[in-house]
């Protein structure tokens, strides 16, 4: 399975995979929908991305997140009811909301991001 991972100490706060992915995801520039984000903090900024645990696939009640063929964690957006609560029991907090949308979204290891980060602080990787 290829997930994306990351080395925080080699982030520089650019932004340029938030920009990358939401442009991506939802055709626009705009970094509160990205399906990873980046938290600047004191010492190294923070990234913040799904990990394919799967913790959320047991909490939603209506069995719209489930991992296909390839080890992805994917939400069916046609089976979401929009309850958030996968965004509440992630223990990454890497499911993500925003007021546009009744469904949550997260990263999907699809690796776009990763072409554009200029230090490699996020990267594909087989599991």
């Known amino acids: 399975m290829k997930v994306l991972k990351k080395d925080p100490e080699k982030c520089i706060a650019c932004h340029a995979c938030e920009e990358t992915c939401s442009k ?3 055709k626009e520039e705009n970094p509160d929908k990205a399906c990873l984000r980046i938290k600047e903090t004191d010492s190294h900024p923070e990234i913040i ?3 394919q645990c799967g913790e ?3 909490i939603c ?3 719209a997140i489930t ?6 964690v994917r939400i069916d957006q046609k089976k979401c ?3 958030f ?3 509440g029991f992630c223990p990454e907090l890497a499911m993500f909301m925003h007021d546009d949308y009744i469904e949550p979204f997260k990263c999907v290891s699809c690796g ?3 072409k554009v980060c200029p230090t490699g602080a996020i990267y594909i990787s087989e599991e």
């Open 24 to 26: 991506l995801y939802f």
């Open 85 to 87: 609560m996968c965004v």
């Open 67 to 72: 991992r296909d063929k390839n080890g992805i």
């Open 81 to 83: 009811v929009g309850c």
């Open 56 to 58: 959320c696939i047991d």
């Open 61 to 63: 009640p209506v069995i």
């Open 112 to 114: 776009q991001c990763v």
């Open 49 to 51: 991305t799904c990990t």
